[in-house]
């Protein structure tokens, strides 16, 4: 990052700033409910973590879903290519 001490140790702005940057990420039902700019950096590691391994088991859930879709139907199907496209 630019900006750094030549100690190479992070500013408080910067740290600030990568906060409010992973604070964006978080979806707005998360924000709401009290991670403010003002929470400690620690509060919204737990929060981003927490939304992070959501979005994993999703994305597992989508993916198993798929794939018992793919059973069911005719592999010779471009709708079964649209599939196993998603799949990889």
């Known amino acids: 990052m630019s900006g750094r001490r030549g100690s190479g140790r992070i500013t408080d702005d910067e740290i600030n700033e990568l906060i409010s940057k992973l604070q964006s990420l978080l979806p707005e039902s998360s924000r709401r409910r009290g991670t403010t700019s003002r929470s400690p950096a ?3 590691l737990k ?5 992070i391994k959501s979005l994993h088991r999703e994305v597992d ?4 879903r798929l794939s018992e879709l793919m059973a069911t139907m005719d592999s010779n ?6 599939i196993r496209s998603l799949l990889r």
């Open 42 to 44: 620690s509060k919204l």
């Open 47 to 51: 929060e981003m973590c927490s939304y």
């Open 61 to 64: 859930d989508l993916s198993e």
């Open 77 to 82: 199907t471009p709708q079964a290519d649209i």
